[in-house]
């Protein structure tokens, strides 16, 4: 009983970041977003599909609107940022998404502590140095303790404990873009880019 009410927790919280991230991308609030906007939020959160199935969901303009981005996003597990790397899908989703293998972790021979948001959270190298483009997503998913999708301040600030509190309070809400006091991985990733 627990663990169902545990799951329906989780599931709600999916769907409301789900819709947030939908919010977020729906920037003319049409309440619809095109395809190559559904396939930039699968890159961003390193799943791959069938343009195909996008087509599935769209209406009869080519858009997919907010509902069914919610359940497609459920479908295809897309906030599901746990053992990304090494999990193999049991079941294939009625939508087919293949995941992408992680890339073997990479050992800098820098000495310095580099420069950059990935320093400030105990990486070494800037993440254009970085020949691997997951170390980024690594790193968010190292400090989502919650595994919801996004970094909120007390999570943050437990990862950037080695910095005064100003200095991480000033980190956080420059990589909070979106001013909802919290950090998603697209934007952690363009702090991290240097955006």
């Known amino acids: 009983m627990a663990m169902r009410v545990m799951r329906e927790k989780k599931h709600q919280r999916w769907k409301k970041n789900l819709a947030d991230i939908f919010d977020d991308m729906d920037k003319d609030q049409s309440g619809t977003l095109p395809p190559d906007k559904i396939i930039e939020i699968c890159r961003?959160?390193?799943?791959?599909?069938?343009?195909?199935?996008?087509?599935?969901?769209?209406?009869?303009?080519?858009?997919?609107?907010?509902?069914?981005?919610?359940?497609?996003?459920?479908d295809i597990k897309l906030l599901d940022l746990t053992n990304?790397?090494?999990?193999?899908?049991?079941?294939?989703?009625?939508?087919?998404?293949?995941?992408?293998?992680?890339?073997?972790?990479?050992?800098?021979?820098?000495?310095?502590?580099?420069?950059?948001?990935?320093?400030?959270?105990?990486?070494?190298?800037?993440?254009?140095?970085?020949?691997?483009?997951d170390r980024i997503e690594i790193a968010f998913r190292k400090f989502d303790k919650d595994g919801d999708g996004y970094l909120d301040w007390n999570e943050f600030s437990e990862a950037t404990k080695s910095m005064s509190p100003e200095q991480a309070r000033r980190i956080f809400e420059k990589c909070d873009k979106a001013g909802d006091n919290r950090i998603s991985l697209e934007e952690f990733r363009l702090t991290a880019a240097g955006q």
């Open 84 to 133: 990304r790397d090494t999990q193999k899908e049991e079941e294939p989703s009625k939508y087919s998404v293949q995941r992408k293998a992680q890339q073997a972790q990479h050992k800098s021979g820098r000495k310095d502590g580099g420069s950059g948001l990935c320093s400030c959270l105990g990486g070494n190298k800037e993440p254009e140095d970085d020949p691997q483009p």
């Open 44 to 74: 961003v959160y390193k799943v791959e599909l069938d343009e195909n199935n996008i087509k599935k969901i769209a209406d009869q303009n080519g858009n997919i609107t907010k509902d069914k981005f919610i359940q497609f996003g459920l």
